[in-house]
C-alpha cells in the first residue's frame, strides 16, 4: 500500500498547482482525477455527443480506455491509447466534464484505474471524492478551498496571460454553476469528508497551502 494524500475541494481552489507541488517535494506521485473526466468527456465530444446526451454517455464510455503515464514527471493522459493531454484544458472539455462525471458508468469506469494507482505507489491524488469515496483510508485527506470571488479572479488572471478574452463576471457565473453541480449530483458529490483537513486558500499563498499540507505528511 503506498501512502496516499487526498486533496478535495472546487473548481480553482488551486487543487492542481499545490498538489503538484507537495508531490514533488515529497518524492510522490501526482495523480490529477481531473484529467480522467476531461479525456472521457473529450472521448464523447468525439462522438458528437451533447453533455445532456447522459444517457448515450453512459452506453458509450465503455469503448473508452483512459490510461496515464508520465514525461519528464508530467502526468500524460492517454484515451484509447492516444496522448490526449493537450486537449484537456478547453472550457467546452471542461463543461462535458463536470455534466458527464455525473453519469454513474462514468464514475464507475474510473474509480479501478484510481484505486490501483494508490494501492501500488505514494500518490497526492486531487480531484472532488477521492477522500470520500475513492480512497476512504487515505493517510493525509485535505479539502482546499477559496471564495468564489478569489476563484474567479485567479482564472481570470490565468486566461488573460494565456491572451484569452474573459469577463470577471462570467467566469465567477460558471464557477458557481460547476460548485453547485458537482456539490449536488447524486453519486459521489464533491464534500468535505469528515476526517479532511480544511484549508481555505483564498487569503494564502502557494508556499503558505503546500507547507500546511506537508506538515500534514507522516
Ligand atoms: O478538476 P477538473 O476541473 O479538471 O475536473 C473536471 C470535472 O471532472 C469537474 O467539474 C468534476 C469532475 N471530477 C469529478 O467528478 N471527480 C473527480 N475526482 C475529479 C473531477
Redesign the pocket.
Known amino acids: 500500500m503506498g501512502y496516499n494524500v487526498a486533496i478535495d475541494g472546487p ?1 480553482g481552489a488551486g ?2 498547482t499545490v498538489a503538484k507541488r507537495v508531490a514533488k517535494e515529497l518524492g510522490f506521485i501526482y495523480v ?7 479525456a472521457l468527456a473529450v472521448f464523447f465530444l468525439k462522438k458528437g455527443l451533447k453533455p445532456e446526451d447522459t444517457k448515450e454517455i453512459a452506453e458509450v464510455c465503455k469503448e473508452a480506455e483512459v490510461s496515464i503515464g508520465y514525461e519528464e514527471g508530467i502526468q500524460q493522459v492517454y484515451l484509447n491509447r492516444e496522448n490526449v493531454t493537450s486537449l484537456l484544458r478547453t472550457e467546452e472539455v ?1 463543461n462535458m ?2 455534466v458527464s ?2 453519469v454513474r458508468e462514468v ?1 464507475a469506469q474510473l474509480l479501478e484505474l484510481q484505486r490501483e494507482l494508490a494501492r501500488t505507489k505514494d500518490v497526492v491524488m ?5 477522500g470520500t469515496n ?1 480512497l476512504p483510508n487515505a493517510d493525509v485527506k485535505v479539502y482546499l478551498t477559496a471564495s468564489v470571488e478569489t476563484r474567479a479572479k485567479r482564472r481570470y488572471l490565468e486566461l488573460q496571460e494565456k491572451g484569452v478574452e474573459c469577463n470577471l463576471e462570467d467566469i465567477a457565473r460558471d464557477i458557481e454553476e ?1 460548485d453547485t ?2 456539490m449536488n449530483r447524486e453519486i ?1 458529490p ?1 464534500k468535505q469528508a469528515e476526517d479532511a483537513i480544511l484549508v481555505d486558500s483564498s487569503d494564502m499563498t502557494i508556499d503558505e497551502v503546500v507547507d500546511t499540507i506537508k506538515s500534514l505528511c507522516k
Open positions: 473548481a487543487k492542481s490529477d482525477t481531473g484529467a480522467m473526466y476531461r471542461g466534464a463536470s462525471s455525473a464514475r486531487d480531484g472532488r471524492d477521492i475513492i460547476r453541480r458537482d459521489a464533491l
